[in-house]
Each structure stands twice: as C-alpha cells, then as structure tokens.
Nanobody, 123 residues
Framework: QVQLVESGGGSVQAGGSLRLSCVAS????????MGWFRQAPGKEREEVAT????????WYADSVKGRFTISRDNNKNTLYLQMNSLKPEDTAIYSC????????????????WGQGTQVTVSS
C-alpha cells in the first residue's frame, strides 16, 4: 500500500527554520526518486528538492538552493526537508512524493503523493 505522511509544517517568522518529515511505507521508500513539492495559493505546483535513491544525488530549485536540505533516513523510511532562512514566498502546502524513472527525477515521473503540510512564513 502506498503511504506518504508528512508532518512538521507550521507558522514561523521570516528567517526562521522548520524541518518537514515524510514517513513512507517500505515499498514506497524504495522508489527511485523521493522529493518535496510545494503549491502556493493561485500558483502551480513547484518541485522543491529531490533525491535519487541510487547514489543519493540531490537536486534543488534555484529559489531554495543554499537554504533547504533534503535527506533520507533509510532505517526509518523517512524523508526530510530542512528549511532554513525561510522567506514569506516559501509559504505553501508542502507535499512529499515518490516515483521516478531515471536519475533526473522529473516531476512528471512522480506518481505517489502525500496529503501535504502547510508552511506559513510571516514577514
């Protein structure tokens, strides 16, 4: 059964930090790619960060590069997103996802999604 459950969202002031977690079933966590996406009101879903299971290659959107870090704990089947130096424009619903067909972890190849967790950053 596919299951992805996010937690760790909340409200912070600009400059603050949050760590999102996503617990996955063992089967789902073995997907080629795991990633974090976000969607702000009135905007399209945006790919934030991905990690390729084989070798651990990571990718970040330019808007979060240097501030966010994606990681995974294979013993806990958990994906993390450490978010530092948060900005109001980071406000969105953050969802974790699993899937992938190649090391590029294209957004179109993610087929399994969590429900999302709200992150609100105030100025």
């Amino acid at each position: 059964q596919v299951q992805l459950v996010e937690s760790g969202g909340g409200s912070v002031q600009a400059g603050g930090s949050l760590r999102l977690s996503c617990v996955a079933s063992r089967y789902t966590f073995s997907s080629i790619c795991m990633g974090w996406f976000r969607q702000a009101p009135g905007k399209e879903r945006e790919e934030v960060a991905t990690v390729y299971t084989i070798g651990g290659r990571t990718w970040y959107a330019d808007s979060v590069k240097g501030r966010f870090t994606i990681s995974r704990d294979n013993n806990k089947n958990t994906l993390y997103l450490q978010m530092n130096s948060l900005k109001p424009e980071d406000t969105a619903i953050y969802s974790c996802a699993a899937g992938g067909r190649s090391a590029y972890c294209y957004p179109r190849d993610f087929g399994n999604w969590g429900q999302g967790t709200q992150v609100t950053v105030s100025s």
